[in-house]
């Protein structure tokens, strides 16, 4: 039995921040990071909320960073003020420098502009040797230390970027997708799209609205390493949206 | 300066449970612990997801139990099937012994009547030495083994055994609640109650429906460690009934 058909590969997430301890947001990294893993064929198999604090943060890092699991993923602590301590945490707990990170600092330029400040750079610093997540929602990209993962704590945005990832990761199933668009707007579908999603096994449907011609519209994305799970969610989406009162169309609009 | 005074008391949560890991159900028992935590005046300092695993769970009891922090909080796997081993893990942490609690026991029998089996009276099974947390909403209790408290997942009855702890806890603050009742829906006021609850510091909003004489009502039970906060929050919900359309009663219906 060779060790890539038979090993289960798992992952662990860090969610950072205070707010989260307090109860004043409510966290929707850990189901939807969960999600995400499952259709790359990667099984979550811890998560820890620590509050914004250097010890907490490192202790995390340490507990659960490869070997432990084969990906550690963060999320939160990387934007621009005074309490966003993840780089430098989880860099003290690596032993490694925080540098600049010169493509960072251009694409924190590029975005800015004129509105770039020093704390706005901040967002350019990262662990000595990582690279880059892009970022397609603001300018602040995420940072890959090998296979550490340190995300944006926004889920708008850390949706983003796990999008960036998608097939990605080794010992990750080959993810198929298949995209179905209509002219709806995605709030009047939300249900259909959350039992959708529910009825199938290994299968996250994404939703990407637009507005184009003066008219609302989504692309809804249905993602799986399983081609039949696959076409049978897709089709059901599609039954359901005719339900809802709109032709969809088989593919993106 | 007094231990009482200037300490902070502190607590831990541990969700148990695949569904959580898999993302198959969003957890809501982190944010609204962390809410009553702080009206109790304790505050929420760590938190771990952990699947069903007899060594996932008695490491992180180990790690979090007093005197790591004060309190330690669990939800979930303390229900009747072969995955709920949350008093098992817990019981092996600690190096005691489970056995039937004669109360939970008696309990499980009045709820069940002809229904009870030997998997339903699994539910009374507790590690040595622990007194049990009333259930409000069915039939199985919670259980404290001293600072540790073993809670059902299901968010509405832990919030029911939570209610049961209300001012309860060593170091908390005296909590001062105030109750407003409307005959109207809990659903068409959910926004209020939201935002309401939002607009206000270490406030916390009950709402507790009925149907009586052929009517929807509720009362809704605010709760605060602070005077001037309970009667400014009440004040706005009853502003905002006023709104949205109905008197309310200044106390319960």
């Known amino acids: 039995m060779s060790e890539t058909s038979a090993r289960v ?17 409510q966290d929707a990294n850990i189901a939807y990071l969960a ?28 507990a659960l960073k490869p070997p432990a699991h084969d990906y550690l993923f963060t999320t939160g602590g990387i934007g621009p003020t005074h309490d966003d301590i993840t780089v430098d945490a989880i860099a003290a707990a690596l032993g490694v420098p925080v540098v600049m990170h010169p493509e960072a600092e251009a694409a924190l330029r590029a975005y800015y502009g ?22 397609p929602v603001s300018g602040a990209p995420g940072i890959r230390l090998g296979e550490i993962f340190i995300m944006a704590g926004v889920p708008k945005i850390t949706q983003g970027m796990l999008a960036g990832l998608e097939g990605k990761l080794r010992g990750g199933r080959p993810v198929l997708s298949r995209s179905v668009g209509a002219w709806i707007g995605e709030s009047a579908v939300a249900e259909l799209l959350r039992d959708t999603e529910r009825a199938f096994e290994d299968v996250q449907i994404g939703s990407y609205p637009f507005w184009r011609e003066g008219r609302v519209g989504a692309n809804f994305v249905v993602r799986s390493p399983d081609p039949r799970a696959l076409a049978a969610c897709a089709e059901a989406l599609m039954t359901g949206l005719r339900a809802a009162g709109v032709e969809p169309v088989d593919g993106e609009i």
Chains 1, 2 share one sequence.
């Open 9 to 25: 590969w798992t992952a662990a997430l860090i969610v950072i921040g205070d707010e989260i301890l307090s109860g004043r947001t």
């Open 35 to 62: 999600k995400w893993l499952n259709v790359q064929g990667i099984r979550l198999k811890a998560a820890r909320v620590v509050p914004d604090e250097m010890g907490a943060i490192a202790e995390a890092v340490n």
């Open 114 to 135: 004129d509105r770039i400040t020093d704390a706005r750079l901040r967002m350019a610093r990262v662990p000595q040797g990582a690279d880059l997540i892009p970022n």
